[in-house]
């Protein structure tokens, strides 16, 4: 079918909705949303953690609107509007909004060049290893290809829970690593449910670590209620998704 996910709620609920309904008024930084998708919601945390001034509108990005297609050619959320001009994909604009808002804290990479460049290694492992093991095992269907997701999972989250500084991944100051793993970590709710994930199965620091993560107040406000998410979720455990990430997993290909 043309529209993948047609029947996704509308839009944020729950304390979400609240935080939607806060950010109405023109700003020069508009945030082109979508509610459920964790990708979306790194940029959306970062918005909330430096209270930077934005404007929210939800697209579907499943519908690809010509409109939309014209600020994101990938025609994926999330998508930005910085004074009229576009950019997108989600770790190109969490460092965005720290360049630009450097003034406001917390800030997401270290100053010190060698710990930023260390900060860049482990976000780029998170991408590599983290999120596509997280995705197969929530969406491959039999036993065998789940017990070896899982394996993935856990050796890629041990591996970098190895290098937290606690508290949070670059020491004191929420980061880059905790918020481009955080969404991940709030809906691994699914996978404890329905694929026989536990965070301790990636070793005592790293549930530590999300134990933490999941609680920061900018992620609570960004999450919408969960029978609406669990719509969505569904069809990945059925297999039968067929968003952008949905196929490139299904192919063994690398992740949009
Ligand atoms: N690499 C992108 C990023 O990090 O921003 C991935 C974003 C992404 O996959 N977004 C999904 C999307 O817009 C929603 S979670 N999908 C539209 C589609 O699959 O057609």
Known sequence: STFPDHNIHPEATGIAKKTVDAHQKPEELVFWSGWFCPFNQRVWIILEEKGIPYQYKEVNPYAKEESFLKLNPRGLVPTIEYQGKPLYESTVLCEFLEDVYLDRPPHVLPKDPYEKARVRIWADHTSKHIIPAWHRLLQLQTKEDQDKARQDLYEAQRKLAEEIKGPYFAGEEFGLV???????????????????YKREGAGENYARWADLLEKRDSVVKTTSDKDKLMVIYDRYLAGTANSEVAKAIREGKPLP
Do not use: G, Q
């Not at 996978?191 to 026989?196: D, K």
């Open 178 to 196: 905790d918020v481009l793993n955080v969404p991940w970590v709030s809906r691994d709710h699914v996978l404890r449910e329905y694929r026989e």
